[in-house]
């Protein structure tokens, strides 16, 4: 019997620390975040060192390269919490088109883009905890990464 | 399988009675990990946002409970090790197939009848537990200047009072 399980019943028997509400009804709008038809773009192990977004000197919190991939798409996110904000940027490998929409999405906004010529997009002023990226395609199911989590 | 497909099984009505049966479970396991409120949150939403991306891993619906509270608590381990300001591996992911079994646990009833065999257990075990499950951000040196013990005994007074805890309980449910 895991440690943690004992103590979780233990807590929950002396009715201490109820869940607040907040969290329940965070819990509730994640429904609205699945992506119908959409397909999960799972992760690549990947050794890629931080890019343009590393700047140990500023403070900046930065977390390297994470890659996904799914139907031979590769999407390639790389996250910074500058002050109280995420920023988001990354590429789509192979570039998907000047019709494609990159969507980054928290549980609480989510912002889209036009990718460039060679599949970059950025996105700032997020907030900062969980963030996933769907590539809206015409033609394909949009390809969804997985959820990330970020803080300072 | 499609994302839309998987979620056949779950609609709207399905996901809010999900919510309603295990969100407390989930909190209690986040919180046992000693994580902020904050950091709790975050590890609790985590093993949602897991449910919406892995929904087509779990074939039995009625393993879905124990599923959320085995990845409740790897998140909240990730989430935990992070803001102690360890590398997290992001490719570090539970097992979706496999919830644990031992996940039942975690409910009132079984709470209850574990505070029942926590007062079996002599000084310092009853204190220290207590303030332990009570308090779960409390740091050591605030345990020890509770229980006027040295702070260096509180790990190891733990580490023994819990595991007489555990085979108690564990005599009981045999």
């Given at each position: 019997m895991r440690e943690e399980y004992l103590l979780a019943a233990l807590r929950m028997g002396a009715g201490a620390d109820p869940v607040p509400e907040g969290v329940s009804a965070a819990a509730?709008?994640?429904?609205?975040l699945r992506v119908p038809g959409g397909v999960p773009a799972g992760p690549v192990d990947v050794t890629v060192p931080p890019g343009a977004r590393s700047r140990p000197d500023t403070g900046t919190a930065q977390t390297g390269v994470?890659?996904?991939?799914?139907?031979?798409?590769?999407?390639?996110i790389e996250t910074a919490v500058v002050g109280e904000r995420m920023e988001v940027a990354g590429q789509v490998s192979p570039a998907p088109g000047p019709d494609a929409r990159i969507e980054v999405?928290?549980?609480?906004?989510?912002?889209?883009?036009?990718?460039?010529?060679?599949?970059?997009?950025?996105?700032?002023?997020?907030?900062?905890?969980?963030?996933?990226?769907?590539?809206?395609?015409?033609?394909?199911?949009?390809?969804?990464?997985?959820?990330?989590h970020v803080r300072p | 399988?499609?994302?839309?497909?998987?979620?056949?099984?779950?609609?709207?009505?399905?996901?809010?009675?999900?919510?309603?049966?295990?969100?407390g479970r989930m909190w209690a396991v986040a919180r046992a990990f000693g994580l902020s409120t904050a950091d709790a949150a975050d590890a609790v939403q985590g093993a949602w946002?897991?449910?919406?991306?892995?929904?087509?891993?779990?074939?039995?619906?009625?393993?879905?409970?124990?599923?959320?509270?085995?990845?409740?608590?790897?998140?909240?381990?990730?989430?935990?090790?992070?803001?102690?300001?360890?590398?997290?591996?992001?490719?570090?992911?539970?097992?979706?197939?496999?919830?644990?079994?031992?996940?039942?646990?975690?409910d009132a009833d079984f709470g209850r009848r574990v505070w029942r065999r926590l007062d079996l257990l002599g000084e310092p075990c009853?204190?220290?537990?207590?303030?332990?499950?009570?308090?779960?951000?409390?740091?050591?040196?605030?345990?020890?200047?509770?229980?006027?013990?040295?702070?260096?005994?509180?790990?190891?007074?733990?580490?023994?009072?819990?595991?007489?805890l555990r085979a108690l309980v564990e005599e009981e449910v045999r």
């Amino acid at each position: 019997m895991r440690e943690e399980y004992l103590l979780a019943a233990l807590r929950m028997g002396a009715g201490a620390d109820p869940v607040p509400e907040g969290v329940s009804a965070a819990a509730r709008a994640v429904f609205g975040l699945r992506v119908p038809g959409g397909v999960p773009a799972g992760p690549v192990d990947v050794t890629v060192p931080p890019g343009a977004r590393s700047r140990p000197d500023t403070g900046t919190a930065q977390t390297g390269v994470r890659r996904f991939s799914a139907g031979g798409l590769v999407i390639d996110i790389e996250t910074a919490v500058v002050g109280e904000r995420m920023e988001v940027a990354g590429q789509v490998s192979p570039a998907p088109g000047p019709d494609a929409r990159i969507e980054v999405r928290t549980p609480h906004i989510g912002k889209v883009r036009a990718p460039s010529a060679s599949g970059h997009f950025a996105v700032a002023g997020l907030p900062p905890g969980w963030v996933s990226v769907v590539c809206h395609r015409p033609g394909h199911p949009p390809v969804f990464t997985r959820w990330v989590h970020v803080r300072p | 399988m499609s994302a839309d497909d998987s979620f056949t099984i779950i609609d709207q009505a399905t996901w809010e009675d999900l919510v309603a049966r295990f969100d407390g479970r989930m909190w209690a396991v986040a919180r046992a990990f000693g994580l902020s409120t904050a950091d709790a949150a975050d590890a609790v939403q985590g093993a949602w946002l897991r449910l919406v991306e892995n929904a087509d891993a779990i074939r039995d619906p009625e393993r879905i409970g124990a599923w959320l509270v085995t990845t409740t608590r790897h998140e909240a381990a990730r989430v935990g090790r992070r803001a102690r300001g360890e590398i997290v591996a992001d490719l570090d992911l539970p097992d979706t197939a496999l919830p644990d079994p031992t996940a039942a646990v975690v409910d009132a009833d079984f709470g209850r009848r574990v505070w029942r065999r926590l007062d079996l257990l002599g000084e310092p075990c009853r204190s220290l537990i207590r303030l332990y499950v009570l308090h779960p951000e409390a740091r050591y040196a605030q345990i020890a200047v509770r229980l006027d013990l040295p702070v260096g005994s509180i790990g190891p007074t733990r580490a023994r009072c819990m595991a007489r805890l555990r085979a108690l309980v564990e005599e009981e449910v045999r």
